[in-house]
């Protein structure tokens, strides 16, 4: 039996909370996501404040991702990459934040094609990212 490790003490009124396998498939595809304790610790465990944080860093994303398409010269590339890079880092994001520091890294002789074949890797992970913050702030 698992218990949710998502309740604090006492909240389940001295009960046993079964999770479900899809439940707990859920728990873990949302911590491979998104951090959810270093989140908490700059939003000091405010749960509003998190979901503030975190739709305005999902009202963005979109722009985020449309900057890098749209980037013409290597210096876009390179602040749209450092911009998302760093609100991914903020909210705990690390898959984003990793696959920006790739991107960051590439040669500006290269950066066009080989980022050109990382950027469906990075809206496959911003749309994980979408839902389980969906998850998170229903």
Known sequence: ?????RLKAGDHKGRCVRMHKQDEKAWRDERRVLDLKHLDQHTFGDAGLRAEVLNLFTGQLGQYLAALEASSSHVDWLNAAHTLKGSARAIGAGE????????????DDRWRDEGSRLLPRLRDAAEDCRHVITRLTA
């Open 1 to 5: 039996m698992k218990v949710n490790p």
């Open 96 to 107: 984003i934040c990793a696959l920006c520091e790739t991107l960051e890294d590439l040669p």
